[in-house]
């Protein structure tokens, strides 16, 4: 497992997926537990420690949420956002 940054205690943190509609977290670290470079892509993508990150939609049944990070919207499956550990309040 690598991480993107890791300020943040595990058990200190939640997934992206846990957000409800219009909360805003920040993201803690990023774990590439399948080795395939997601890791890489989602910093790319904006998903970087201490960033601040909303949840604009979750469709049910489950379908990709949506979400809101750097200016940027993506949609991203549960897979994914499970990788993405994020914090009520900005790391350290």
Same mark, same amino acid.
């Given at each position: 497992m690598t991480h993107v @940054?890791? @300020?943040v205690d595990a058990a200190? @943190? #939640? @997934?992206l997926w846990s957000l409800s509609v219009d909360e805003r977290a920040y993201v803690a670290f990023v774990s590439d537990h399948d080795g395939d470079n997601i890791c890489?892509? $989602?910093a790319d993508m904006g998903f970087l420690a201490g960033r601040s990150v909303t949840c604009l939609v *979750?469709? &049910?049944f489950g379908a990709? #949420?949506?979400?809101?990070? &750097? &200016?940027s919207t993506y949609s991203i499956d549960k #897979? *994914?956002?499970? $990788?993405?550990r994020?914090?009520?309040e #900005?790391?350290?």
């Open positions: @940054s890791h @300020s200190d @943190s #939640r @997934s890489q892509r $989602l *979750t469709p &049910g990709p #949420r949506v979400y809101a990070v &750097g &200016g #897979r *994914t956002a499970q $990788l993405i994020v914090v009520n #900005r790391p350290a």
